[in-house]
């Protein structure tokens, strides 16, 4: 291809866009509409699934050890590197015996706490262990429970339970809205690319009698609808990326409580994933519609 | 002139440019629409095909684009097989026809410039020649003024200008009109007829298919008259031959 035509190709593309003025419009926003509620829920999703690992950060495995254990520091630390360095775990934080008896006394007793001599919490030193993924909690108990010196794990199956259930359904969920929210986008975006193509059948037609190859028939129409599914795509991640800092403000305001729960993403994280992926979909709708539309005319 | 595939090279006589075999061609529907046509067009003819409506004119034409394949027999052109022409050949064998239709067939939100420059686009011709070429076809045709009109803003005659030149534009051998004064008046008919025949001096093969009586018996060129898709006469300066 000479490089004339190359340039000739995108700018046809380009007025194509203008020459149709109406189509266009429609494609656009037919695809912006489209990738607007997809963008929409997947901020949510996002949201959601932050939410979810920020509650799973804060629960933690307590593991209680023998009196000869908390008697010999050194194999204290031995087991306590030994679990840090399992793949389940996140992080681990060592309570001494003194420490969980002034954690007690300030949690429970406040004044009452004067009249004990001696830390009646003696044997008390533990691990308290985060995990990275709530749902690798039952191997890691089952794990310390058959540590040597291990006196007794604390742990809580339904708040396990509970956040890995949470985490299976918004992943079940998130994949079926996706999937139907892209079903319905391609099938409305590819309704309005093929009347706009069918517009234009005579179009084709006559260069197809004149000598065109299927190539130079089809390039502008490609450039023109990749075009239209970039753009179609930018709308939406600006309108989302103007509304989402204030709609955050708005639930942060009206659910006060929450907000110590509620730890939103900051949108700059959201278009990591969002902007490539918008904009992957919108050219790829635009790119796929036109190849297989103007497929259909081609044989003249 | 030189396209298509020529694994099985027929000898024809060196002036003989397009040859109906024993051409039929069926529609589905039923009758053929051509019935063993044989027709030999010589390089340089003016060639008028005659008939009413659904004698097979327009079943010519659209076999001779390559539109259509034949049902039975061969048609070649410059020695080419058209049914032996793969689908990515077509293209590059259309290029050597010019076409010109009843209903202009031209891109209606282009420009008179731009819809005479796709032909050379579509053939890899420079820019600097496209503007230098185009102007002076539209010159020929008596357009040169209107370059930047879009064709809904043309007559009837001056749309048919346009196509002659987006179909000459390529210096084709051969221009294949059909019907090319259907939507036009008698002045602008003769007025494009005139063209033709400035065109087939010039050394062009021309073949206009027509019902269009005055126009051909005005001409006194061969004429093909087809009747429900056999070719019944066939003469040097012929006229029109009524069906009755």
Redesign the interface.
């Known amino acids: ?2 490089i ?2 190359f340039f ?1 190709t995108i700018k046809q593309g380009i007025k194509n866009i203008f ?2 003025a109406l189509f266009s419009l429609a494609s656009i926003a037919t695809i912006s509409s489209c990738l607007l509620l997809f963008g929409i829920f997947f901020a949510v999703i996002m949201n959601f699934q932050n939410i979810v690992k920020t509650a799973e950060e804060g629960v933690a495995v307590t593991v209680f050890f023998t009196d000869e254990v908390c008697a010999d520091d050194t194999r204290m630390k031995e087991i306590g590197d030994i679990i840090a360095s399992r793949a389940e775990v996140s992080r681990i934080v060592f309570v001494s015996a003194d420490q969980a008896w002034e954690d007690f006394k300030e949690d429970y007793l406040g004044e009452y706490s004067e009249g004990f001599t001696e830390n009646p919490l003696a044997g008390s030193a533990n691990y308290q262990i985060y995990l990275k993924d709530i749902a690798g909690q039952d191997s890691l108990v089952a794990y310390l429970k058959s540590v040597p010196g291990v006196r007794e794990v604390n742990y809580s199956q339904v708040t396990a339970d509970a956040l890995s259930g949470a985490n299976n359904m918004i992943s079940y969920v998130s994949i079926g809205i996706i999937g139907i929210l892209l079903a319905v986008s391609i099938f409305l975006i590819s309704n309005t690319v093929m009347m706009g193509i069918s517009i234009r059948k ?2 084709i ?10 190539f ?1 028939v089809r390039a502008p129409f490609v450039v023109e609808s990749l075009l239209i599914g970039l753009i179609g795509a930018a709308i939406p991640i600006g309108i989302i990326n103007f509304v989402y800092d204030k709609a955050l403000g708005i639930v942060q305001g009206k659910f006060t409580v929450l907000n110590d729960i509620l730890k939103f993403l900051p949108i700059e994280t959201i278009n990591h994933t969002l902007i490539p992926l918008s904009l992957a979909i919108g050219a790829g709708i635009g790119f796929l519609g036109s190849i297989v539309t103007v497929r259909k005319h081609l044989k ?1 | 002139m030189a396209f298509g595939r020529r694994k099985k090279v027929k000898t024809f006589a060196e002036d003989e440019l397009i040859v109906f075999e024993n051409v039929t061609k069926t529609y589905s529907t039923g009758a053929p629409a051509l019935n063993g046509v044989n027709l030999k067009i010589k390089k340089g003819e003016f060639v008028f095909i005659v008939g009413d409506s659904g004698s097979g004119k327009s079943t010519l034409i659209k076999l001779l684009l390559r539109e259509l394949i034949p049902t039975d027999g061969e048609i070649y052109v410059n020695g080419a097989r058209l049914s032996k022409l793969r689908r990515r050949q077509v293209p590059k064998y259309r290029r050597n026809l010019g076409v010109v239709f009843q209903d202009f067939r031209l891109i209606k939100n282009w420009s008179v410039y731009e819809n005479v420059a796709f032909a050379q686009r579509i053939v890899q011709t420079p820019n600097r020649l496209i503007k230098r070429n185009v102007p002076a076809i539209l010159s020929i045709v008596g357009l040169a003024s209107k370059y930047k009109a879009k064709p809904v803003q043309l007559s009837g005659g001056e749309q048919q200008r346009v196509a002659m030149a987006r179909a000459l534009i390529n210096k084709p051998p051969i221009l294949l009109c059909d019907e090319p004064t259907g939507n036009l008046d008698p002045k602008n008919s003769l007025e494009i007829m005139k063209l033709l025949d400035q065109i087939n001096k010039r050394g062009t093969t021309v073949i206009v298919v027509t019902h269009d009586k005055e126009i051909v018996n005005e001409m006194q060129k061969r004429v093909v008259t087809v009747r429900k898709g056999v070719i019944v006469s066939d003469e040097e300066k012929g006229g029109y031959i009524d069906e009755d």
Do not use: H, L, P
Request: aromatic share 14%; glycine share 10%; no cysteine.
């Open positions: 291809m000479r004339s035509s000739y020459r149709n005579e179009e037609g006559i260069m197809k009698y004149v000598g065109a190859t299927d130079f003249v």
